[in-house]
């Protein structure tokens, strides 16, 4: 059974940081590549960041503030955000996707609020 569990998300004021954890279960997690969306309220979810062996890819809207990081034997992945703007606020989705076993997991989201 694969499980993807974020935690970290809540409220947090303009120029803030917080740190989003999204553990992975039941999946060989070295060989995934792992990724940060986020859907705001009334929009498309969006790619925030993915990382995929050491390479790493960001959405221009959050380059330079976020920093995602993986820590395979602890079968983790983590999303750095700093320098938060109230546009950040969505629920932030883990994602795991592998093209060789044809898989792509989701986790339940957390909420990420950025207001004064």
């Known amino acids: 059974q694969v499980q993807l569990v974020e935690s970290g998300g809540g409220l947090v004021q303009p120029g803030g940081s917080l740190r989003l954890s999204c553990a992975a279960s039941g999946i060989m997690f070295s060989i995934y590549t792992m990724g940060w969306y986020r859907q705001a309220q009334g929009k498309q979810r969006e790619l925030v960041a993915i990382i995929s062996g050491g390479r790493t890819n960001y959405a221009d809207s959050v380059k330079g503030r976020f920093t995602i990081s993986r820590d395979n034997p602890e079968n983790t992945v983590y999303l750095q955000m700093n320098s938060l703007k109230p546009e950040d606020t969505a629920v932030y989705y883990c994602?795991?996707?592998?093209?060789?076993?044809?898989?792509?997991?989701w986790g339940q989201g957390t909420q990420v609020t950025v207001s004064s």
């Open positions: 994602n795991a996707y592998s093209s060789s076993r044809n898989s792509n997991y």
